[in-house]
């Protein structure tokens, strides 16, 4: 895709606070500290449209950036990271949460990034559920791929793919592995971007929250 135009639109802090208008959204998903930040920023070919923390879950809101005044690619807030205060982290379930049943029916795809050095935490599955519940089309993107030996990334991304299948058995997810250090997979990444933008708009199915109960 040609990149005519990349700005950085917002951070949301509230989920009433949102864009509005009727552009699409690809989202970014996955635990804290994964390089979902480092890996829009690579997209773009963009240094800081998309804020770096090397603080694991310091980003508290949802932040836009909007390309060729089309489209917006929104970076969610990591989940998982354990020193975040509880207060904070019923305030993230509650905009992630608000942000995600707001702009369903804008999003054409989620980006759910994973680390590929590590296999898929509970909240990696329970975000893939909610996913799949919700009728909403998604890649798994493996980052930080250039810290495993070039031999040994086909078995990497096979052995994630697995371990996402339902229940360990048939076939798991396309994963793809990328560096937002090196630009490693960043073509394919934009290959899945662009046919998803194509596409008619996500329908989406209303459903409970990503994260049951918590």
Request: hydrophobic content about 40%; charged content about 25%; proline content about 5%.
């Amino acid at each position: 895709m040609r990149i005519d135009s990349v700005r950085f639109a917002c951070s949301v802090f509230r989920p009433e606070d949102a864009p509005e208008g009727s552009d699409r959204d690809v989202i970014f998903v996955g635990r804290s500290n994964v390089g979902k930040s480092s890996l829009i920023n690579r997209l773009v070919g963009k240094s800081g449209i998309a804020r770096v923390s090397s603080t694991p879950g310091r980003t508290q809101s949802v932040n836009f950036v909007r390309v060729n005044e089309a489209f917006h690619l929104v970076d969610f807030p990591g989940y998982g990271y354990a020193r975040v205060p509880e207060e904070i982290r019923r305030s993230w379930k509650h905009l992630v949460d608000g942000v995600l049943e707001a702009r369903r029916r804008r999003i054409v795809l989620a980006v759910m990034v994973m680390d590929a050095r590590h296999p898929p935490s509970d909240l990696d599955h329970a975000m893939r559920a909610w996913l799949v519940e919700n009728g909403l089309p998604y890649v798994v993107v493996a980052t930080k791929a250039d810290k495993i030996g070039a031999g040994s990334r086909t078995r990497t991304a096979g052995s994630l793919a697995d371990e996402l299948s339902d229940g360990g058995k048939g076939h798991g997810p396309a994963v793809l592995l990328a560096s937002g250090k090196t630009g490693l997979g960043m073509r394919e990444i934009w290959k899945h971007l662009e046919r998803a933008l194509e596409r008619p708009k996500a329908a989406g199915r209303r459903g409970e929250s990503w994260i049951s109960g918590s």
